[in-house]
């Protein structure tokens, strides 16, 4: 019994590991230090506050600094708690509006898709960048130079080849079955009916007469023994053998003179008695039903025979084999069409500025369909693979991304708030 593989995208409830930071141990080092600085720097002011309660220096500065200490450790706490509560529960502690990343891990998801797809995907944003970097100026430039469009086709070629190993079996099996297909459903008396009637039309027909006369009056000449031995065998007894062979030579005489007699005039009667014979062909063949019902039988006589089959793939892969030998040689005579189409094509392009523009537009039209084809796609895979990592894991690695840049928001609220403690116990004293 076959064993369902499944991977872990496709279970529900599964989780998979997030992709890890590149130096992620540096990353972690740089976090411990600066959290070791903002947590230094909490407890230096929390210390120099407690100094001042336990010694009560009695200056008159004495207010401002305390003033200042106390909303210093109010806004290091403050916002140790916020960059914490992003991540996860301050002290473990069941606090609403905690762990932030782990609680909207889905709705995260979901943002950053369609964040992606919006500017990143979409048609303006890549005909902008495709515009903003002249991407279609240096291709063509690029690809103007013969031995740059070289190498692109011997590697397309290349590559084609390969497919062409790959596939060989499965091409010739289904070219097999197509010219089977297509034989058997051609109509066959219609065909040769347009086939017999235009060659009965075409002025190309007195050169065909013409080698065939040539070539019956050679076969005559060449194989005249062979042809006497054949006609005076089936002679009656009665009839002397001299007299057959000299009714044989008038026979031969009289068909090579007519025969060259045809060959020298274009307007030999014997010529329109073929494209007579040839119109008439074409009519029975239209309009005969006897004569259309034996093609049909001629027809599937051929194609149901097994030599049918041998025939067709034997010829198409001779064509496989020459096709493959073409791409594989260096130089090759399809190569260098190829490579003189696509330097021809570059030139072009690099000298029309409207060629750039139309190709900037189609770009940005086929960006445009794709999207509108697979964008939910695109969504579903941001989505679904973020939904699929570990909750707590995706805090950490963004912890690690984010961490020691939110810890300097500490060192900052101890700053801002002294200030600003200093500052509200400075105006309460000079309002009161």
Request: proline share 6%; glycine share 6%.
């Amino acid at each position: 019994m076959p064993v369902s593989r499944t991977s872990a995208l496709d279970r529900p409830d599964a989780t998979t590991a997030v992709p890890p930071l590149p130096h992620e141990a540096d990353r972690r080092h740089r976090l411990t230090v600066m959290r070791r600085w903002a947590t230094g720097t909490l407890a230096a002011v929390t210390l120099l506050w407690l100094a001042m309660v336990l010694a009560q220096p009695s200056g008159e500065w004495a207010p401002y600094v305390l003033a200042a200490l106390e909303a210093s450790m109010v806004g290091a706490l403050a916002d140790w708690f916020a960059v914490v509560a992003l991540f996860r529960r301050p002290l473990g502690l069941p606090i609403p509006h905690t762990a932030i990343v782990v609680a909207r891990k889905e709705q995260f998801g979901r943002t950053l898709a369609t964040f992606f797809r919006e500017n990143f995907l979409s048609g303006p944003a890549v005909r902008e960048r495709v515009r903003a970097s002249g991407a279609v100026v240096r291709a063509s430039a690029w690809l103007a130079d013969p031995e740059h469009a070289r190498t692109l086709v011997r590697n397309v070629l290349g590559r084609g080849a390969s497919v062409l190993d790959t596939t060989a079996d499965g091409l010739s099996d289904f070219m097999v079955r197509e010219t089977r297909a297509l034989v058997a459903g051609a109509p066959v008396a219609p065909m040769s009916a347009a086939l017999v009637r235009a060659a009965s039309s075409s002025p190309t027909l007195d050169d065909v007469i013409d080698a065939v006369s040539i070539a019956v009056r050679r076969g005559l000449r060449d194989h005249a023994p062979d042809l006497e031995a054949i006609f005076t065998g089936e002679r009656p007894w009665w009839l002397p053998e001299g007299v057959q062979h000299r009714l044989f030579e008038r026979l031969v005489s009289r068909a090579v003179v007519t025969l060259h007699d045809v060959e020298r005039d274009r307007s030999h009667p014997a010529r329109a008695q073929v494209r007579e014979w040839l119109a008439a062909l074409a009519d029975r063949l239209e309009h005969d039903p006897d004569l259309a019902a034996r093609l049909r039988r001629l027809q599937r006589a051929v194609v149901e025979d097994p030599r049918f089959d041998e025939t067709t793939a034997r010829l198409f892969n001779r064509a496989l084999d020459r096709l493959r030998a073409e791409l594989c040689t260096p130089g090759s005579p399809i190569e260098q069409r190829i490579v003189d189409a696509v330097t021809d094509l570059a030139r072009r392009v690099g000298d029309d500025p409207a060629i750039h523009v139309r190709i900037e537009a189609s770009i940005e039209a086929t960006v445009d369909r794709a999207m509108a084809m697979f964008g939910g796609d695109v969504d579903a895979l941001v989505t679904g693979t973020i939904s699929h990592w570990d909750a707590a894991r995706t805090a950490e690695q963004l912890e690690l991304l984010l961490g020691p840049d939110l810890q300097y928001i500490r060192i900052n609220g101890a700053v801002v708030g002294g200030l600003a403690g200093l500052a509200i116990h400075a105006l309460g004293q000079a309002i009161g």
